[in-house]
């Protein structure tokens, strides 16, 4: 069964890399895009996904306010959260507001 993601990214480029990794690995199919924590919250609740992917630093609304309510709306859906910015403290603050993975940007993207 495919599963079904949403990308959530402030930068362009980014979402289109995230879209086409996800769209190679034919185990997801990426149901919507959005560039903040607002729009991704939207975008959730149309499109209901099984999992999403979002940047942590976005305009409008920061990953960390829409994943405490994502995760209210939500409880099961799994929210990985990455960014340039990995330390104790924000992986701390990610988990704690509902996020499952928290991964570095640095990372080889295939560890999402």
């Known amino acids: 069964m495919v599963r079904t ?3 959530v990214d402030d930068n362009p ?3 289109q890399s995230l879209c086409e990794l996800f769209t190679r690995q034919g185990d997801f ?6 560039e903040n924590g607002r ?14 992917v979002m940047d942590l630093s976005m ?3 920061n990953s960390l306010d829409a994943a405490r ?6 409880p099961a859906v ?3 959260m990455f960014s340039a910015y990995c330390d104790a403290f924000t992986e701390k603050e990610a988990r704690s507001a ?3 993975l928290f991964v570095s940007k640095s990372e080889h993207m295939s560890v999402l």
């Open 78 to 80: 799994p929210l990985i």
């Open 98 to 100: 509902g996020v499952s």
């Open 29 to 34: 199919d990426v149901c919507g895009e959005a």
């Open 5 to 7: 993601v949403l990308i």
């Open 59 to 61: 305009p409008v609304m």
């Open 39 to 52: 729009e991704a919250i939207d975008r959730a609740q149309q499109f209901h996904p099984d999992l999403i």
């Open 69 to 74: 309510v994502l995760r209210r709306l939500m």
């Open 13 to 15: 480029s980014i979402r």
